[in-house]
């Protein structure tokens, strides 16, 4: 099983590059998509056939959004983490299969000059309190633009950027909690160097020098971890300032 997470910044945006023809080539079994910065309703697209779509939205249009394409209808799909302070932006999306939870999650930006940084503090404790409760039915998995490089070997410039959103001492710390309550970064179980990257600044040709970060993730419960055959990052997708991660499962 095949799955992918992507950051398209803007999926109508996308739609006119190489989505579809991405998601041809790709052929995932499960497709997660953040920042659609649209609604259905939006969108005048049929898309491939085989495939569900099942979305989050924010209130406010063109900003934000998650999106799930499915092969395999799942069990039941609901939006948010059930905490009403942090569900109208349509950050998450979660789909129940047979085995696994799947969570498709865009997490807020603390933004420049931190000014958002308390309020990511409190979404990072309460997505790990939404993700402990799945946990508790089934395995999880959770994907998708998380905004923070957790170590200094997941982004170029670690020192010029240690108090930078994205890089605070705060965020990686709530990325250290998700790792504590035994979710496993699945890259990293099969690449520990650096230079790999998800997210490059559209600004001084960065993505051509690979001058980037690793914002973007899958993780998982530790009782998935024996079916995990693959991670990866496509580093060649243009389309977006992000780039696809993906994992394989048997």
């Given amino acids: ?49 085989g495939y569900t779509t099942h979305w989050s939205s924010a209130e406010k249009k063109g900003y934000s959004g998650t999106c799930i394409f499915t092969r395999q209808r799942p069990i039941r799909v609901k939006t ?73 070997i997941d982004l170029t410039h670690p020192k010029a950027n240690a108090r930078n959103h994205g890089f605070t001492i705060e965020e990686r710390s709530g990325f250290d909690a998700f790792l504590k309550a035994g979710f496993v970064d699945t890259f990293r179980e099969f690449e520990k160097g650096g230079g790999h990257y998800t997210w490059w600044s559209p600004m001084n040709r960065a993505r051509e020098r690979n001058v980037g970060w690793r914002i973007d993730y899958f993780l998982i419960s530790q009782a998935l971890r024996p079916r995990l055959n693959k991670a990866f990052i496509r580093a060649d997708i243009p389309g977006s300032d992000h780039c696809p991660v993906g994992i394989e499962l048997a």
């Fill in 1 to 49: 099983m095949k799955l992918i997470s992507w950051n398209v910044n803007g999926l109508r945006a996308v739609l006119r590059k190489n989505f579809l023809d991405f998601l041809a080539s790709e052929a995932p079994d499960i497709l997660c998509v953040q920042e659609t910065k649209a609604r259905p309703e939006d969108v005048e697209q049929l898309w491939p056939s």
């Fill in 80 to 152: 948010g983490i059930g905490f009403p302070a942090h569900d109208s932006e349509g950050r998450v999306v979660t789909a129940e299969y047979e085995d696994f939870q799947l969570v498709n999650v865009y997490v807020p930006n603390s933004q420049r000059e931190l000014t958002r940084l308390p309020y990511r503090q409190e979404w990072d404790r309460a997505f790990l309190e939404y993700l402990s409760r799945l946990e508790e039915t089934k395995p999880v998995i959770f994907c998708g633009d998380l905004n923070v490089a957790h170590n200094e």
